[in-house]
Each structure stands twice: as C-alpha cells, then as structure tokens.
C-alpha cells in the first residue's frame, strides 16, 4: 500500500466578529482553489488595536492537503 503526502502552508484569516470566524474564513477561502484539505491548526491569535478597541481577530493557520502529482 502506498503512503500518501501532504503539503502545508501557512494563512492569515480575519474576522470583525471572533477568532474562530477568522479561522474559518482562512480555511474555506483555501478550499475555494485547494483540493483535499486534511488539518487546519492554529498557531497563533492576534488581535488588530485601534483607539483602544479590539477592531479585527486574526488567525495564523497551517494548513495541509494532500499533495497530487501532476501528470
């Protein structure tokens, strides 16, 4: 049986709402051009600052899929 391999990259999703909304739009974004999504992990949660209020949540995503060959 063969293994299979996977292929990672790194994204930015953001939100006006919360962190899990900017994970979200980081992950289905990628899904709009990218086949065979597997893992999303979150490695970091930042917030933008202005005038002393939270204005937008990021999300720093890695994200794999599985990696195809190409004919």
Known sequence: MAGSTYKIIELVGTSDT?????VKTAVETAGESLRDLRIAEVTRLDVVVENGKVTRYRARVNLSFKYHKED
Request: negative net charge; aromatic residues 20%.
């Open 18 to 22: 919360s962190w899990e909304e900017a």
